[in-house]
């Protein structure tokens, strides 16, 4: 009788301990995040950006790895930089009590706010010109910025996948700033005067290019 019930007890323990491991892998395999991946997506002072690259050679998946993470950081900055010009413009509207939405830079400037079919040129359709020019001057400033995280993983076809994680640091912002305000994709005027009504010093633009940046964080958050 002994025999019976310990038999019973061990087929119940075996068929609970099946039933678990089948619940378990019924969730299949957790996802992590690669960790360059991971570090691009902390919070942290500077902007950074992760990318990927396969080949069979290592030195190509590197470079891969590393033009799609600069690319991406400049698009990230760039985007940064037109939502801070934006919120200065709305800002400046409001205060001015300016009724248009004029906007140009000054080099587009030609003592008229008017494009060829006599229409308002809008500060909205100029930032996305500018956003454009701001990505390329970005991406040139961070060719030989050095990763702050790589990885190597050799894949079972013998090709080699490459990890990257790039920062901006704060002597390329710096730098950034000074080649776009050269080139005046920072000052605009907004009324159409022919004057630069926003026309950031250094210091605004590092603090203001901050705060952009949470705005920025905090929707890429919600879109993970």
Request: aromatic share 8%; hydrophobic share 45%.
């Given at each position: 009788m002994t025999k019976h019930v310990?038999?019973?007890?061990?087929i119940a323990a075996l068929l609970?301990?099946?039933?678990c491991v089948a619940q378990t892998n019924s969730r299949g395999v957790k996802r992590e995040k690669e960790e360059c991946e991971a570090l691009a997506l902390q919070a942290a002072t500077n902007p950074r950006a992760s990318g990927t690259g396969i080949s069979n050679s290592e030195s190509i998946a590197f470079n891969l790895a590393k033009l799609q993470a600069r690319n991406e950081l400049a698009a990230q900055?760039?985007?940064?930089?037109?939502?801070l010009l934006q919120h200065?413009?709305?800002q400046y509207q409001q205060t001015a009590g300016a009724g248009t939405n004029f906007g140009v830079n000054k080099d587009d400037y030609r003592g008229s706010v008017t494009g060829s079919n006599d229409q308002p040129r809008t500060a909205s359709g100029l930032l996305q010109k500018d956003e454009m020019e701001i990505m390329q001057q970005v991406s040139q400033i961070l060719t030989n910025t050095r990763p702050i995280c790589q990885n190597i993983y050799d894949l079972p076809n013998g090709s080699v996948q490459v990890y990257v994680c790039?920062?901006?640091d704060l002597q390329a912002?710096?730098?950034?700033?000074k080649e776009l305000k050269e080139d005046h994709l920072i000052e605009v005027d907004v009324d159409g005067d022919g004057k630069d009504d926003i026309d950031l010093s250094e210091k605004e633009f590092l603090i203001e290019?901050?705060?952009?940046?949470?705005?920025?964080?905090a929707k890429k958050a919600q879109e993970i």
């Open positions: 310990f038999s019973a007890a061990l609970a301990t099946h039933i900055v760039a985007a940064e930089i037109t939502s200065r413009i709305e790039l920062e901006m912002q710096r730098q950034a700033y290019l901050a705060k952009a940046r949470e705005e920025y964080n």
